[in-house]
């Protein structure tokens, strides 16, 4: 083999190491989670559980009257924002154990918004979710107001994510146009609670 | 028996340096290129950059301003009364997350030395100001008044006293095997303020008074 030949070869050899480097998948494409996509009003199966969103409103302030009675005297949290609420209404059945949504996110443009944590008990980010029974509840997203106006918002998604780190997991996504919905003053939120799978919007 | 080599050949092995040469000749690189780095002296230490009361640390993830600073009685985003011994160092700061993604560097964001009633290594308390909550993230593009609180004995601090105020930081890691890119190093101190104890507010901000 000549010399010339050799070279040739190196350089093919490392061209091909090349093309293979800046077309490998990076770490975050290879374990990233199965998007099963759905609609408000339909139910949506995942590995962990079955999400079914009834509804979503956008308000500046939340209505927690749901919690009356369970704050124990505890003064109730000012949920008057500077921004908006999110708030997303959902039946939701573990498939075989317990999960925990308080990762779930609402994803504009890019920009992840997690799961407020100001709802009190009983809410669906603290609930013990047996399996096979459906719960129903709120769960609330506290955004700036400019990101609902933003075009981008048409395509918002929810992201109901069952774990914190849902690497190669089905995560149920529904997407909605919150820039199409009317900003409210006040939102009620549900408290979390078991419900009759054919009970309303779930069954 | 093999035959003798060519005299071409024999030119070859002659010019070829020995192995000592090509090792002391890497070892001089090496040694050229610790030395260009700085060599193997210890970093000098440096003094964090100082933001003037009052002003803004921009970090990677979290703009944070301290608003005031002051000892409450009562545990912040609570009615209740701290023990007879003890009150609560308070650093009131506004926080943005200025990234993509919910930040929770919130409880690892300051620290303070104040006296020797706070050392650098006590963490405090991170409480949201408007909820009364303890803050476990900030929401991106929404800035958040968060209270950072110690517990002190009482009569450790006084109205006028300095309070050192560190900001921290975190930088990425790429390719964790676990968080891929989403993972960050240790916590790294990259700024300073001072502040001092002023009164505090006449009612700590707990929710909105009512009770259900």
Known sequence: MSRLTRALATVALLAAGGVAIATAPTDDTIV??????????????SRLATVLVDEVSVA??????????????????????????????????????????????????????????????????????????????????????????SPAASRAELVFLPRAVPSLDSVPTVRVDLRALPVDDVAEVEGARAVDPAEGAGG | MSAPASPAARATRRRRPPWWLCTAGAVAVAIAAVASLGGFADTPARRLPVIAEGGTHVGGQLETTVERIYLAPTRPGTDYDSSDDTEFLVVEARVENTTALPSTFVDRLVRVIAGNAVVETDRPAVIEARTGQALSFAQPGLPVTAQFAWEVDRGALEIGDTVFVGFFEQFPIYGDPVFGDDAFGAPTPTARTEGTIGEAPARSTVGDGSAL
């Open chain 1, 60 to 149: 500046r302030e939340l209505d927690l009257s749901y919690a009356e009675g369970a704050l124990f005297g505890a003064p109730v949290p000012d949920t008057r924002s500077a921004g908006v609420w999110v708030v997303v209404s959902l039946d939701v059945t573990a498939t075989y154990r317990g999960i925990d949504l308080g990762s779930s996110e609402v994803r504009i443009d890019g920009v992840r918004y997690r799961a407020s944590t100001v709802l009190p008990d009983p809410d669906l980010q603290s609930f013990a979710f047996d399996p096979g029974v459906t719960v129903r509840g709120s769960i609330a997203f506290e955004l700036p107001a400019s990101a609902v106006r």
């Open chain 1, 32 to 45: 990233a989670p199965f998007v099963e996509r759905g609609e408000v009003g339909e139910p949506i199966e």
